[in-house]
């Protein structure tokens, strides 16, 4: 059987599959190795999950903490304990707010903001994850935290729903930002849809259907669907190293800016990406700030 090739494979995932689940079905259809993925997404949603499959397992840490972006449908006048689709209602309330209310309560979440994550999440308290903990009756509330709302704009409003697109940084929960826009409204709400459409560079255009996914018994060359490490990558600085240099990187041999030369200090990266003659990825260099030097990250065969 032909070898896989590592890379990422964005799947979108459907509702009513954990992440989780999503991983173990692509790694036994295309028989890989190693599968991960970049970011859980709640099983009620859809949407982009990226993975990574075989050694680009190996550089998950630069898509992990990315923005990410949503088209959501928010229930007004009802809340749960999850604060999505999938809880127990605790309070139920009339909806009587005007439309220039709800998008001025949209206008005022965009931007830098403080986020108490929800109980139930997949955060972990001192090894449990908090879904665990909330559901055995022992709810633990972890500190707020500071996230980046960048967009937050109201779709169409059909209430009690409200349609809104959101693209926020790594770690912010959508259903939590549906809880605080129902108490700021004073009628309580939440999350009754959600679909992430992109995730830091790969979007939904990009993904491939878990049918697609389930369909296959081996390596998705075929599907034109898996992307490079080295495109995937293509947002940190490249340099290409000569046929000597890159035998040294190979073999993890100590490397100067005689052999690679640093970035541009402007260019807002402290990390690089180092090609062969041939434009193959052979690894990410991490750029010593106190001397001339670099860390390795990653070296690939």
């Known amino acids: 059987m032909q070898k896989l090739t590592s890379g990422i494979l964005v799947v979108d995932k459907p509702e009513g ?44 840490r630069f898509f992990l903490h990315g923005d990410k972006s949503y088209e959501a449908v928010l229930r007004l006048g009802v809340e749960t304990d999850t604060q999505d689709v999938t809880g127990k209602i605790v309070s139920a309330s009339p909806v009587t707010v005007t439309e220039d209310a709800i998008r001025s309560a949209f206008d005022t979440l965009v931007g830098p903001v403080r986020q108490q994550p929800p109980v139930y999440s997949a955060l972990k308290h001192e090894g449990v ?115 000597r240099t890159a035998e040294k990187v190979r073999h993890g041999m100590p490397l100067t800016e005689s052999d690679i030369r640093r970035p541009e200090p402007d260019g807002g990266s402290d990390w690089l990406r180092v090609v062969d003659p041939d434009d193959r990825l052979i690894a990410i260099l991490a750029v010593k700030k106190e001397n001339s030097g670099y860390n390795y990250c990653c070296v690939f065969n």
Not at 23 to 32: E, G, N, Q, S, T
Not at 133 to 156: C, E, F, T, Y
């Open 129 to 243: 994850p908090l879904y665990k903990l909330a559901r055995s009756g022992r709810p633990m509330q972890k500190p707020a935290r500071d996230i980046v709302i960048h967009r937050l704009s109201v779709l169409a409003v059909d209430l009690p729903d409200v349609h809104f697109g959101v693209t926020c940084s790594g770690g912010t929960y959508v259903r939590t930002l549906a809880a605080d826009l129902g108490r700021m409204l004073g009628c309580g709400a939440h999350l009754r849809k959600l679909v992430r459409t992109a995730s830091g560079p790969f979007t939904l255009a990009q993904a491939a259907a878990l049918a697609e996914i389930a369909s296959l018994d081996g390596p998705p060359a075929e599907m034109g669907r898996m992307i490079e490490m080295n495109e995937a990558l293509a947002f940190i600085p490249k340099q290409t190293a000569d046929p």
């Open 17 to 60: 599959i954990t992440s989780a689940g999503v991983v173990a079905l692509v790694k036994r259809r295309i028989h890989a190795d190693k599968v991960g993925h970049c970011g859980t997404l709640d099983p009620f949603a859809s949407g982009v999950l990226v993975c990574c499959i075989n050694q680009a397992t190996r550089i998950s």
